[in-house]
């Protein structure tokens, strides 16, 4: 018998099916990565290139035209500065909500526990729509200010079951027991110790939230009238209808020619110009954010 691993020998329909999933995959893989790699390389094209549809995978007459009209706007970086505020601050106090949603009730000793996880679950369900929203945000007086975009939306039900469903699946009752016996109280023990072990449900949340308030746009077309409080979405919105070509408004075909291939150029450079960010931090958090679908799917 030789020494290590034996070689496990599959059988003729094995090596099929493998093959099988092998072409799956492949596809499934070909099919999520083109329209992105499509999307950056046709940012960095010519607008003739892109109009004409030249661009295939690679960037055609390589150009910085459309960030070039996406930057020239000043109000870009007022956007960027607003949203990475409704980002952060809005995030820790998801984060924070939620996270104090969660823990009570993920305590057996809780009272009214049933009937408190129903009146939060109820809320999935049924909601009051986007007309009363508008009269309570107008009737608390938060129109036109940054609240008006931080905390409508501050705990998501399905967030804090995920919470909840990682606090009661990964800390021991033997802990809050032990805590208890050395004279901590729920205020020391939920900082103490529940924080530093909830690292990666934390992470989690605050990918999922982070991501929301960074794409938020309707709350803002809604509540902000005041132009310094405008999100990133809410100026690339404006520079692309801008840019939009009314077909009444050209004599010159060239010229016509000229502005909707900048229009189509916009589209893309915007994408990229709006996604960046969150991409480049979404690897650090990859690992919880599988972690944290997990959690969801196994237990309630």
Request: hydrophobic residues 50%.
């Amino acid at each position: 018998m030789s020494k290590g691993r034996t070689k496990i020998r599959k059988s003729g329909s094995d090596k099929v099916f493998d093959g099988i999933v092998l072409v799956f995959l492949t596809l499934l893989l070909i099919l999520v990565l083109y329209p992105l790699i499509y999307i950056v390389s046709a940012s960095f094209s010519s607008a003739s290139a892109v109009t004409s549809g030249k661009v295939i995978l690679l960037p055609v007459d390589f150009s910085l035209e459309g960030y070039k009209a996406v930057f020239e706007n000043k109000d870009i970086w007022l956007g960027y500065k607003n949203t990475i505020i409704y980002t952060v601050c809005g995030t820790f106090i998801n984060v924070a909500v939620t996270l104090m949603a969660a823990y009570p009730l993920s305590r057996k000793d809780l009272k009214g526990k049933g009937i408190l996880t129903f009146f939060f679950t109820f809320t999935m369900l049924f909601g009051g729509g986007m007309i009363p929203n508008y009269i309570l945000i107008r009737d608390l007086h938060l129109m036109n200010t940054r609240w008006a975009i931080i905390l409508p939306g501050a705990l998501s039900v399905y967030n804090m079951i995920v919470a909840r469903t990682f606090i009661q699946s990964n800390i021991p009752d033997e802990l809050l027991e032990a805590s208890q016996l050395d004279g901590c109280s729920d205020t020391k023990y939920f900082f103490g110790i529940i924080l530093p072990l909830s690292k990666a449900v934390i992470a989690v949340l605050a990918l999922f939230y982070g991501v929301g308030h960074w794409n938020a746009y309707f709350n803002a077309f809604l509540y902000l009238n005041d132009k310094k409080l405008y999100p990133l979405q809410i100026f690339l919105r404006e520079i692309l209808i801008n840019n939009t070509m009314d077909m009444n408004s050209f004599v010159d075909p060239t010229l016509m020619e000229a502005k909707q291939g900048l229009a189509d150029l916009l589209k893309y450079s915007l994408i990229i110009v709006a996604s960046v960010p969150v991409l480049c931090l979404y690897p650090f958090a990859q690992k919880y954010f599988v972690k944290g679908v997990m959690i969801g799917s196994v237990k309630g």
